[in-house]
């Protein structure tokens, strides 16, 4: 309870750690992805397990539900990424063309495309329908750790090993900032809800607030 700090459940049946958890939308389920190869879905209020996906045959490494929440995406070390059907557990597609690990997914608002980022430095964008991949955007120079979309769905935040930040336009591909300052990798990026700011976490400790237009780092965290 955020309120309180109180737990108010503990959801077991994971074999191996837990890399990645994720609620829907509506706050009713919650999918966790594991180094046992599967992700589970769970229902909040009871918190039993509803199903548990099996077809990765490596770490999964992160899971995120669509807007809507009848879809997950989740991207494992076995490099292809699952396209899952929230209420029957199955696989609706497999998105293959990374040659290393999937760090990191994540569905843009619309549900409509996935950006995908991966130990092999690039961005991948596909088509959630064809499951095609529309766009790869290259420019990072080790592990892309963290992939995000704005909420507009226009751009694309990108954090890597490489202490760097990158702001890529989803339509051209093209990257239109690299943000510098961080002393270590970037585990993770996200916009703000307006789309004007990114926050950033490093492996030193620190979070970073970017102003999204000029690239400019507004405060550091510590």
């Known amino acids: 309870d955020v309120r309180s700090g109180q737990c108010q459940n503990t959801l077991k049946g994971h074999d191996r750690d837990v890399n990645s958890v994720v609620f829907s939308s509506d706050g009713a389920k919650i999918a966790s992805g594991s180094r ?21 045959v490596d770490n999964v490494i992160s899971v995120v539900f669509s807007s809507d929440g009848t879809k997950i995406a989740s991207g494992s070390n076995d490099n292809p ?13 497999t998105l293959k063309g990374h040659d290393s690990s999937v760090m990191s997914v994540v569905f843009s608002s619309d549900g409509t495309k996935i950006a995908s980022g991966s130990g092999d430095q690039t961005i991948r964008i596909w088509d959630v329908r064809s499951g095609q991949c529309e766009n790869t955007l290259k420019g990072h120079d080790s592990y892309v750790r963290s992939v995000v979309f704005s909420s507009d769905g226009t751009k694309i935040a990108s954090g890597s090993n490489v202490k760097t930040i990158r702001i890529w336009d989803v339509r051209s591909g093209q990257c239109e900032n690299t943000l510098k300052g961080h002393d270590s990798s970037v585990m993770s990026v996200v916009f703000s809800s307006d789309g004007t700011k990114i926050a950033s976490g490093s492996n030193v400790k620190t979070i970073r607030i970017w102003d999204v237009r000029s690239g400019q780092c507004e405060n550091t965290l510590k």
Do not use: F, Y
Request: with cysteine; proline share 0%; glycine share 8%.
């Open 36 to 56: 046992d190869e599967t992700i589970r879905i769970w229902d909040v209020r009871s918190g039993q397990c509803e199903n548990t996906l099996k077809g990765h």
């Open 81 to 93: 990424i699952r396209i899952w059907d929230v209420r029957s557990g199955q696989c609706e597609n």
